[in-house]
């Protein structure tokens, strides 16, 4: 018999396999496969005899994982998931697409954007595609994407971007006719509120409430997009809460000023996530935001 190389049993029994084990069904594993379910089922007895080890527990109503297939499941997709990801970088390569990096509108319009003319004075020879998009569930797959949320949550090659902070902003000629004395006398001010719940965005409730106040607010001005949201306030329409990274420019052209001295830490990240398959490219383009989001911190990394 001919020696295999790694000392593997055949990998369509491999394949086979996982794919059973992964649907906990002989059945599904064959329609995914194109193959019939005897077909998959003799190929994991064959694996079973090579290995002496019981994969699965076979009954009336199915099949279940024993906790030795549980463990090669587990290995198996490891190693699968490295191949995939290999085989995703030398097509990303071969295709010579350039760089995608995914941001929300108000990423993008805000801080991203700006960003990226800097770079292409420096990298004029990496072309980067931006996907602006605030639903990314529904969104195409990219190399780069900048997330709002929890890092600690976040799965993969994921690093720091910034920490921001929060402040009440609105345009000068609000602030002069809107007296601020004390956080309760928001109640009391228009107020432009953020209604998009699934993004993690901190709300005028929450913000008043940790600096005092826990009473109730002015209905204002409502939108699900944050770049509306700023170009309201910039309309003297009311006040908005302004993400520090987000409104830097705004503030420093004096088109928004702070309507109350304290702002809060955020309680989510920014960070910029390299999804698998990603080019060298996107690596450059990866690293440089990172410098230019903070040149003293490189990013911390979470991989």
């Not at 109503?61 to 297939?69: N, S």
């Not at 990274?245 to 809060?264: F, I, Q, Y």
Request: aromatic letters at 8%.
């Amino acid at each position: 018999m001919a020696i295999r190389p790694y000392n593997l049993p055949p990998l369509s029994a491999l394949a086979s396999f996982e794919a059973a084990a992964r649907h906990v069904s002989f059945k599904a594993a064959a329609q995914e496969l194109n193959v019939t379910p005897a077909a998959v089922s003799h190929q994991v007895k064959a694996l079973e005899t090579e290995l002496r080890q019981v994969l699965f527990r076979r009954n009336h109503r199915g099949v279940e994982l024993t906790e030795t297939g549980a463990y090669l499941l587990v290995a198996l997709q490891r190693g699968f998931e490295e191949i995939s990801d290999a085989v995703a970088q030398l097509r990303s390569d071969a295709s010579g697409a350039g760089v995608t990096i995914r941001a929300s509108t108000a990423v993008s319009s805000q801080w991203l954007a700006p960003k990226l003319a800097e770079f292409w004075q420096s990298h004029p020879h990496i072309p980067v595609s931006q996907n602006v998009t605030d639903f990314p569930d529904q969104a195409p797959s990219c190399d780069l994407s900048i997330e709002y949320g929890l890092m600690d949550d976040a799965k993969g090659d994921v690093r720091l971007l910034f920490r921001d902070r929060i402040a009440a902003l609105g345009s000068p000629r609000f602030a002069a006719r809107h007296r601020i004395d004390t956080i309760a006398d928001f109640a009391q001010t228009p107020l432009i509120h953020m209604d998009m719940p699934a993004t993690g965005w901190t709300h005028w409730s929450d913000w008043c409430k940790e600096l005092g106040y826990d009473g109730p607010l002015g209905g204002g001005y409502r939108v699900n997009n944050y770049v509306i949201a700023l170009q309201a306030a910039q309309g003297d329409m009311g006040a908005v809460l302004g993400w520090g990274g987000l409104t830097g420019s705004l503030m420093s052209s004096g088109a928004l000023v702070k309507l109350w001295p304290e702002d809060l830490p955020s309680p989510r990240e920014f960070y910029i996530k390299l999804h698998p398959g990603a080019t060298r490219q996107a690596v450059i383009v990866r690293d440089w935001l990172l410098k230019c989001a903070d040149p003293e911190n490189p990013g911390v990394a979470l991989v």
